[in-house]
C-alpha cells in the first residue's frame, strides 16, 4: 500500500498545527543548510510561528543575506577573497552540523520521555496515573498533596533532562575540542538564529498530555 497523500490545507487543531509548524520548520532549515552546503548559495529563511515567535537561519548569516537583496548589490557583503570565503564556508559547515546534531539530542530525549510515559502506564495495568485523576473530586488537602507531586515530578524529571542533554553537550565538545579550546574563535554572525534548537530548555516546558504539564 503507498504513502497517502496529505491534503495541504490548514489544520484546524491548534496543538497539531503547532506540532506540524515545529516539524516542517525543521525540515525547512535542514534543506536551506543542504542547499548553502552542496551549491554554495547564499542564503536568509525567516518564518513566524502561528503565535508570532520568529525563527531564522541565513548561510553565511541572515544580515548579510538580507543587506544584500535590499541593496540589489550582488557583492554586498563579500570580502577577503576565496580563502576568506573558504574559512567561512568551513565554520557554517561545522555550524549546520553541531545543529542537526543538537536536533538529534533533542528529538531523542523526546522519544525517550514518550517510551518512558508509556512504560509506566503499562506497568499499572492500562490504569490511568495518579497525575490523570479528576481533580474536581479532590478535597483541598488533596489538592495541595495533589500540587506537590506534581512539582516534584515536573522539577525531577527536568533535571534529569537538563543533565543528560549537559553530559551529552560536553561529550560533543570534548570530541570536537580535545585541546580545550572549546568554540571560542567562531564568529558569531554565522551561528544559526534558533534558540529553541540550540539551547533547549526542558524546564517547566515538559509537554506530558496530562493536567498541569500541558
Known sequence: MGRQKIEIKRIQNEEARQVCFSKRRTGLFKKASELSILCGAEIGVVV??????????GHPSVDVVFD????GNPHHGSSGGPAAESRRGAVVRELNRQYMELHGLVDAERKRR??????????QGGRPCWWDNNVDSLGLEELEEYEKKLLELRNNVAKTADQLLHEALVRKQQQQYPMGGGAVGLPGAFAIKNEEAMHPSFGGGLSFGHGFFR
Do not use: C, Q, Y
Open 68 to 71: 544584500r537583496f535590499l541593496t
Open 48 to 57: 513566524f510561528s502561528p503565535a508570532g515567535k520568529a525563527f531564522s537561519f
Open 114 to 123: 514518550d517510551a518512558l510515559e508509556e512504560a509506566m502506564k503499562g506497568e
